[in-house]
Each structure stands twice: as structure tokens, then as C-alpha cells.
């Protein structure tokens, strides 16, 4: 993978569709599991930095173009030449 591919993050349509659920799910647990082990600890900076860390993790796993996102590339129609009339 060179570098202009990665920084033109192409996906498909299907990959954008995993990374939204992907996040969604990774959010919505890591807030979850963040607010049990702070209230176990009873700190709010623990809960914040648990937080924080698992939406670093997301991020690594969602942002970067990875192969998984684009498995279904869209075909797109060939050029068609309307000047014969």
C-alpha cells in the first residue's frame, strides 16, 4: 500500500456501513464499561482516561483504510460517446 493510497482512504460503501457500526458499537460499550470502573474506583479521572483510551482504540481501527473496508469496490459504467447522432 503506498502512501497516496492511504491517504486517499478510499472505502466502499458496504465498509462505510462496518465502521459506522463498528463505532457505534465500540462507543457505546467502552461508555458503559467506563462508567462501571469508575464508579467501582470512584474517579472520574478514571472513568474520563478509560474512555479516552477506548476511543483511541477506535480511532486505529476505523480511520485507517484497511482492506476489510473496501471488499465490495463499486463498479462504475464505462464511458459512453453521445457527439453520433
Not at 24 to 34: D, G, M, P, W
Not at 39 to 49: A, Y
Amino acid at each position: 500500500m503506498t502512501i497516496q493510497e492511504l491517504l486517499e482512504g478510499r472505502i466502499d460503501f458496504k465498509g462505510q456501513k462496518r465502521a459506522d457500526d463498528i463505532v457505534r458499537v465500540a462507543l457505546i460499550t467502552s461508555t458503559f464499561l467506563s462508567f462501571v470502573i469508575g464508579f467501582t474506583f470512584s474517579s472520574l479521572m478514571i472513568t474520563m482516561s478509560t474512555f479516552a483510551l477506548c476511543t483511541v482504540a477506535v480511532c486505529l481501527v476505523v480511520l485507517p483504510p484497511w482492506p476489510m473496508f473496501n471488499q465490495h469496490p463499486v463498479k462504475w459504467l464505462s464511458v459512453q460517446d453521445h457527439s453520433q447522432k
